[in-house]
């Protein structure tokens, strides 16, 4: 089951090349029906209290999609900063993995947002990543250090040996905390989204809730602003966590995605909330 959910997450998820945001302004597991906290260890770096799933038999990494259906009409907007570990020269040449006009819009339209971080472009960007991690609006989670894959088969992205897993986990938020982001939160987004069982028990020592998505936007490489709007407003359901990015190189559309479809969903009664939100209204105690 886990290997098929994992394929299929795959087909939906991110190439190789897909990166960031920023911003200079201040075969799956079973879905857990109740989360309860989990022990985080040391490596954690959520503030005391922060949500999350409880870990699976054996203290398997818990994986999170969405929230409940039933608490309300509230939706998570999540943003991948991934930035990889071999595009330094693309960025020293001008190419830009960040987007500072959708955090902008982002901030304008009052939207809070939880953003993926590698911590390549935590490294490349740390202005602006101490900039999302001092804002109250948005939280900064983990999104490994390479964005290279942690499995075979994922978009043809280069594979982190079977014993690094844990210590990518672990290198990205010392990038984190070293870039000046306070609290980074203990939520894990697997590169391209591919994960197997063996993969949550190779990370499991890090304490971190796995974090996919119900959604997804399209907005990686479109040119269609508005074939992602309507990608997206036609996925949304209650609880939802939907996936985007915000880079200008790589998903030039998603300011103005995010510009048409914030106040669709508002009309629509929706609220805007970050992923620690939805963990929490799943049940989880603080």
């Given at each position: ?102 955090i902008s819009a982002l901030r ?48 043809g992205l280069p594979t982190v ?80 966590v939907v996936v985007m990015h ?41």
């Amino acid at each position: 089951m886990i290997a098929l959910a994992r394929r299929i997450t795959a087909l939906c998820a991110l190439g190789a090349t897909l990166a960031a945001c920023g911003g200079a302004d201040p075969a799956k597991p079973p879905r857990p029906a109740h989360a309860e906290p989990h022990a985080s260890a040391s490596l954690s770096p959520s503030p005391a209290g922060t949500p999350t799933v409880a870990a699976g038999p054996g203290g398997l990494t818990p994986v999170f999609e969405h929230g409940p259906r039933d608490k309300g009409k509230t939706v998570a907007l999540t943003f991948d900063a991934d930035m990889t570990a071999d595009e330094g020269a693309r960025a020293a040449a001008g190419e830009r993995f960040d987007n500072p006009g959708l955090i902008s819009a982002l901030r304008t339209l009052k939207v809070p947002a939880t953003v993926f971080m590698t911590g390549r472009w935590a490294e490349e960007y740390p202005d602006q990543a101490r900039s999302l991690g001092h804002d109250a609006r948005f939280e900064v989670a983990n999104h490994s250090y390479s964005h290279y894959a942690f499995t075979g088969d994922c978009y043809g992205l280069p594979t982190v040996a079977k014993d690094g897993k844990l210590a990518e986990v672990q290198r990205t938020y010392s990038a984190l905390r070293k870039a000046g982001v306070p609290n980074p939160m203990p939520y894990f987004r697997f590169p391209g989204g591919c994960y197997d069982r063996d993969t949550l028990r190779a990370i499991s020592g890090a304490g971190v809730t796995a974090v996919q998505w119900d959604v997804i936007s399209g907005d990686a490489f479109a040119t269609d602003a508005d074939a992602v709007v309507r990608q997206v407003l036609d996925g949304v359901k209650p609880g939802s966590v939907v996936v985007m990015h915000c880079t200008r190189s790589a998903a030039p559309t998603t300011e103005k995605v995010v510009r048409s479809v914030v106040p669709e969903l508002r009309r629509q009664g929706y609220r805007f909330v970050k992923v620690s939100e939805l963990i929490r209204e799943s049940g989880a105690r603080r």
